[in-house]
């Protein structure tokens, strides 16, 4: 007669070392006394790193306690995974998310083996109703995170996403990857062994809470595994499963998991106006504000090299890089960082941007950016692109590597202070066809200061749309005035082509300029003027420059307490006119077909999409948006210096985009009309129109056009205006 004894009743819990002897127990923890020490020493080598980058020119740090608030919600909600990319975006959550439980839950059974048990004696709170919901808990979470490492290994590897492969792909990529998955399943295996081991002693029914790893056990036990195989088995998984982790752990600071660290700091010392205002220079002359070597990086664009964690999305949006270009943003920020260490491992120094040679970046990758600011838009960790381009730029510049095209620019700015090199008195001929005389703001007080810009004062296109807008605000019964003469370049560009000096030439006159005129609001017709207007005029410190002969500027009191004045792009201010009532677009019927554009320097660096939206409305025209909109908007590639240079490129960005608005709009071929509000997009688009053998097609026409035609269809006209002043003579 055979006796079966009864599985004995034990508490709910779950014994951490269990099949591991006191020996092991040792081992184990010398192991994670190492493993600790590895990385900290990691951590605080890259730190350190940092703190020999150069002073950054921004606060970074003020109202720190909000900026981790920030950063916290950021991580914590996904929000720029989930940007363009919702696969994306519920792959990293669930990674995440499981990621951060399991080391939460790991911690918390720490604190009650080491601490509360050992430590300070107190009977384990990892018991029953505790233990359960722990176990349940970490088993859900656990999941997901292997459901997110599994998505991430599909789109890598089957799926072969192309954005995830790029010139520095490595073997940091598949460590992280593959640890990742192996210590969530490892995790599951490890349990399924312990759950079926204990089933020969021990009631382990309770167990079921833990769904993933009773799954486990079961496939063990269909396979033919009995509790005394698992024992056998258990403390090979068991340690294999410690040691993966113990290398995941100390490997962090020293290859791409590191982002888990960097990329929160990132996040937490951005600055919100990154790329809309370039760090400026100081008035010592002989600083080094280029750069000369890896060391004229600040800390801030070493952190960013850093924080890359090589996912692509800069290279995917960038339209330099769609266009054929020899410019890959992931590839620029991860060239410097690979420089950076291989000096220091003590490798051979060389130039960091040259044009030809051997040099970190070709010149020609720097002429390619358009400083659309795409990619930092789409960038889910804040790295600063334009801010390491700007640098890179200004090396060029002072080292004279420049396009002879850009070069010529510079000379018309310094002789004529425009970049069409023509005279200045015929600044203001555009409106020699209006049927009104202009104010001379300079001489009479307004309401709006007009900034025309260049290209509506010289471009014989734009000038046509500089016309409508003097007709629109005429119409509007609003005073404004214009500067003739004293209108030089705003000097958004040459800025962010390298050319700091001369923008603070150009900055310098204007401010003494405005300081001497009676007016309320600055309206931009350009996005470009506005954006520098607003964003990088504010931040020139003049008095800096007070001993400097090329700057005999006076300036003093300008600025208002808040360290800028109203600026705004003509949408803006026309909306409000429009919402005001003073311009009779009630009942416009155009009964066009169109798309509008967003210009970046108005959408991705300002947040300025619903007031040109709401003026092609207004009209009366049917509105239908392209795929990309909004802050997903491409770059007709004007910006940053493109509409001054002639680069070889597969399609031409304005090319590709009227494209777009033709083919994958749900109005499709039915467009009849592509709407800017950016003389550069205007003057991009209709050389796109050419080149692109689109003229029979489609449009190009600015919203002011769209809106003087809709008020010439209801009978609107602009009479003579009396006793407004005559433009200056020169």
């Not at 269990?18 to 020996?23: A, D, E």
Request: charged residues 25%.
């Amino acid at each position: 007669m055979t006796l079966t004894l009864p599985l004995q009743a034990e508490p709910i819990t779950r014994e951490t070392f269990w099949q591991i002897t006191p020996v092991g127990e040792v081992v184990f923890y010398y192991l994670a006394v190492v493993t600790v020490f590895v990385f900290a020493w990691g951590v605080y080598s890259r730190f350190e790193r940092y703190t020999r980058g150069t002073d950054d020119w921004f606060e970074r740090l003020d109202d720190l306690p909000g900026r981790v608030a920030r950063a916290a919600k950021i991580v914590a909600s996904n929000e720029k995974q989930f940007n363009r990319d919702l696969v994306g975006g519920i792959m990293h959550a669930f990674i995440l998310w499981g990621f951060l439980t399991l080391l939460i839950g790991t911690t918390i059974l720490a604190i009650d083996l080491d601490i509360w048990t050992k430590a300070l004696g107190q009977p384990s709170f990892f018991v029953g109703d505790f233990y359960l919901s722990y176990s349940l808990v970490m088993d859900a979470m656990g999941f997901l995170f292997v459901i997110g490492v599994g998505i991430a290994l599909w789109r890598r590897y089957a799926d072969r996403k192309e954005r995830l492969w790029g010139k520095h792909t490595d073997w940091e990529d598949d460590f992280l990857v593959w640890s990742l998955f192996l210590l969530g399943v490892g995790g599951y295996v490890t349990e399924g062994l312990r759950i079926l081991g204990t089933s020969a002693t021990r009631d382990v029914s309770f167990e079921t809470v833990s769904f993933v790893g009773w799954f486990v056990k079961d496939v063990f036990q269909a396979g033919g595994m009995d509790p005394a195989m698992a024992n056998a088995v258990y403390p090979l998984a068991w340690w294999s499963h410690a040691i993966l982790a113990f290398v995941f752990i100390a490997a962090i600071p020293y290859a791409k998991p590191f982002h888990m660290i960097s990329s929160f700091a990132n996040i937490v010392t951005a600055d919100e106006k990154a790329g809309k205002r370039l760090p400026g220079i100081p008035a010592d002359l002989d600083a080094d504000t280029g750069a000369d070597s890896i060391d004229s990086f600040s800390w801030k664009e070493l952190l960013d090299q850093d924080a890359c964690t090589k996912c692509g999305r800069c290279s995917a949006v960038c339209p330099a890089n769609a266009s054929g270009r020899n410019l890959d943003p992931r590839d620029v920020i991860l060239d410097l960082k690979a420089y950076r260490e291989d000096v220091d491992a003590g490798g051979e120094e060389k130039p960091i941007i040259a044009d030809g040679g051997d040099s970190v970046i070709a010149a020609e990758t720097m002429e390619s950016c358009m400083a659309c600011m795409a990619c930092m838009d789409a960038c889910p960790v804040e790295i600063e692109h334009l801010k390491s381009f700007t640098r890179l730029n200004r090396q060029l510049t002072d080292t004279g590597e420049i396009k002879p095209s850009v070069q010529d620019v510079f000379q018309n700015l310094m002789q004529k202070g425009n970049t069409f090199g023509d005279a200045p008195r015929k600044r203001a001929d555009w409106a020699d066809e209006l049927e009104f005389e202009l104010t001379d703001v300079r001489e009479e007080e307004v309401e709006y200061l007009w900034y025309v810009g260049d290209y509506p004062s010289y471009d014989e296109r734009n000038k046509k749309v500089a016309r409508s807008l003097a007709r629109l605000l005429k119409e509007a019964d609003v005073s404004f005035g214009i500067l003739f003469d004293d209108e030089k370049y705003d000097g958004n560009d040459i800025r962010r082509v390298g050319e700091e000096f001369l923008f603070l030439e150009l900055a310098g006159h204007h401010v003494e300029t405005w300081n001497e005129c009676d007016f309320e609001k600055i309206v931009c017709t350009d996005p470009h003027s506005y954006n520098t207007f607003k964003n990088e005029y504010p931040e020139v410190d003049f008095e800096e420059f007070a001993d400097d002969p090329m700057m005999p500027f006076e300036i003093e009191g300008f600025w208002n307490e808040s360290g800028d004045v109203d600026v705004l792009h003509w949408t803006q201010a026309v909306e409000e006119l429009v919402t005001g009532g003073k311009l009779p677009l009630d009942g416009t019927e155009l009964e066009y077909t169109v798309t509008y554009h967003d210009p970046c320097h108005l959408g991705r660096y300002n947040d300025e999409y619903e007031a040109p939206r709401e003026l092609v409305r207004a009209t009366g025209c049917d509105l239908y948006e392209m795929p990309r909109n909004r802050a997903n908007s491409f770059c007709c590639g004007g910006g940053g210096g493109g509409l001054w240079m002639d680069l070889e490129e597969e399609t031409k960005p304005s090319e590709e985009r009227l494209r777009e608005a033709l083919e994958d709009t749900e109005a499709g071929s039915g467009i009849e009309k592509f709407v800017v509000a950016c003389p550069m997009c205007m003057t991009m688009y209709e050389d796109g129109r050419k080149t692109g053998g689109f003229e029979d097609d489609i449009e190009i026409v600015d919203i002011a056009e769209l809106l003087i035609e809709a008020l010439d269809t209801k009978g609107v006209t602009v009479s003579d205006a009396s006793g407004a002043a005559a433009p200056a003579d020169d």
